[in-house]
């Protein structure tokens, strides 16, 4: 039975495995923290993009695009970079702290959530334009209309930034450094349990991870039907 | 959208919380694989608390990478085992002092059937030679870690340089290495503390050990204060004071797994 993951999984849930626990609560926290702090730069950003014509618009599009793809262990090494001591923000101290896994993962979900509003914001401000012009709007004022209008679509992109944060494993493992009771999280867990050939571990957590990613898209979408239906 | 915004409000305060719970005392040590996922860490960390209140915040990673930690002053202490990369770095002037801790030695791991008969060898070169011959897949962490280090030291020892199709350079951690050579039936060298504590081994079995060339010391090293004055050097010492101790020494001789202790102190 101690061989089966899902049997792991279940006993780890059950049991209240105190470190378990710790985990989970970590990667929670610095993955929502990221998720918050990119929406609240990136969907303003992406909205802004949509809304604003400037020269070079179409790079700016192209780069929001392509950041989306960015290997987490490359926005690892350059945040390291930047907070290692001999590097230019060294004196914050932040290297091998929860704090520095926050911006790692705000790099990460930030392009996402920034390229992604942009498109849902374009798409709706095509379809508000002429409301908008009789209305005699300016551009600043359509912002926050058309982000709260596009909420609903918002709440599907905040989602996938939460599950690139949660499921990356290469920027938090450079910039965190797996610290048992500091900043080990759920993704950086199971690299090291493998690495000590408890595959059955490894899973349990793994199964145990996508729980939790579960529950929280379920909780999101029963949150959103619910006010979709109140506002009708 | 109330209740995402005060679960979102929860995990904000207690990611301040989680912060501030952790202003107490603590030195960031730079160390290796083959220490942390043995789990000696976790057995002699508790009593150095104990002793002293100092939390030990340990960053396992290759010796390498562990030594560019240190370097850039990333980490205020670095307990690591190549003797020799540990004396250039006292040398170039990155540590101030170095003094050994503890031994254990590296082993050579097969599958059981043992196609190039290394368990006959009579030494290490031997039997390096040995696989070289029959061409049997080698695993090799190829990541500039203390073991991939004293790895290349006993091919070169041998007369061979390792190239071609059976000699597989993995850039990974011990215990990734030993997974992958479970998998592909191949010879792999490991450090034995990990090889012991390792819960996967599936055909594969220790086949080779005892020369003293595969000997593995490990050492603490003070950082230079002169190079980084803003690290935490007063713990630093405690810590490496500590390991060399009586009392650390002695924790170090406690750990055992399934009864086997995988460390011995020999500070001097």
Do not use: C
């Amino acid at each position: 039975m101690e061989n089966n993951a899902f049997y792991v999984a279940l006993s780890l849930l059950l049991n209240f495995d105190a470190p378990l626990y710790q985990i989970v609560a970590l990667s929670l926290q610095v993955s929502l923290f990221a998720v918050l702090i990119a929406a609240v730069l990136g969907f303003p950003l992406g909205a802004a993009v949509a809304l604003w014509r400037f020269r070079g618009r179409g790079g700016v599009i192209v780069v929001l695009n392509a950041l989306m793809g960015l290997p987490p262990v490359v926005a690892g090494l350059v945040v390291y970079l930047l907070l290692s001591r001999a590097g230019p923000l060294g004196e914050w101290g932040l290297l091998f702290t929860p704090g520095a896994m926050v911006i790692a993962q705000v790099v990460l979900v930030l392009p996402i959530l920034a390229a992604l509003s942009r498109q849902k914001v374009e798409e709706m401000l095509d379809e508000y334009r002429d409301q908008f012009v009789s209305l005699g709007m300016s551009r600043a004022r359509m912002m926050p209309t058309l982000l709260w209008d596009a909420r609903f679509a918002l709440l599907t992109v905040l989602l996938a930034g939460f599950g690139r944060a949660s499921a990356e494993v290469g920027a938090v493992m450079m910039v965190g450094g797996n610290i048992a009771g500091v900043t080990r999280v759920m993704t950086t867990s199971i690299v090291l349990e493998t690495g000590k050939g408890n595959l059955p571990l490894a899973l349990g957590l793994g199964i145990v991870l996508l729980t939790l990613v579960m529950l929280i898209n379920a909780g999101a979408y029963l949150v959103g039907e619910f006010s979709r239906r109140r506002t009708g | 959208m109330n209740k995402t915004l005060n679960l979102v409000l929860a995990g904000v305060t207690s990611l301040g919380l989680a912060f501030s719970a952790h202003a107490e005392d603590y030195i960031t040590l730079a160390s290796t694989t083959s220490t942390e996922n043995s789990g000696l860490f976790d057995s002699i960390l508790p009593k150095f608390k104990a002793d002293t209140g100092i939390d030990v915040r340990v960053v396992a990673v290759g010796t390498g990478q562990a030594f560019e930690i240190a370097r850039r002053g990333d980490a205020d202490s670095l307990l690591v085992h190549d003797t020799a990369g540990e004396k250039r770095f006292v040398e170039n002037g990155y540590a101030s002092e170095r003094a050994g801790v503890m031994y254990n030695d590296f082993v050579l791991i097969g599958p059981a059937d043992d196609p190039a008969n290394i368990s006959e060898a009579d030494s290490a070169a031997e039997a390096f030679a040995a696989i070289a011959k029959a061409e049997a897949p080698f695993a090799s962490r190829g990541d500039d870690s203390g073991t991939n280090r004293a790895e290349l030291r006993l091919w070169k020892s041998a007369g061979i340089e390792p190239s071609g199709d059976w000699y597989r350079e993995l850039g990974s951690g011990m215990g990734a290495t030993l997974n992958t050579a479970a998998a592909m039936d191949a010879y792999v060298m490991s450090d034995r503390a990990t090889w012991v504590a390792f819960k996967n081994p599936q055909n594969l079995e220790l086949l080779y050990s005892g020369d003293k060339a595969m000997f593995n010391q490990y050492g603490s090293l003070l950082l230079s204060e002169e190079k980084h004055p803003d690290l935490k050097h007063d713990l630093a010492r405690q810590w490496h004071n500590w390991l060399i101790s009586k009392d650390g020494q002695q924790a170090i001789a406690d750990f055992k797994v399934d009864g086997q202790q995988l460390f011995f102190p020999n500070a001097k």
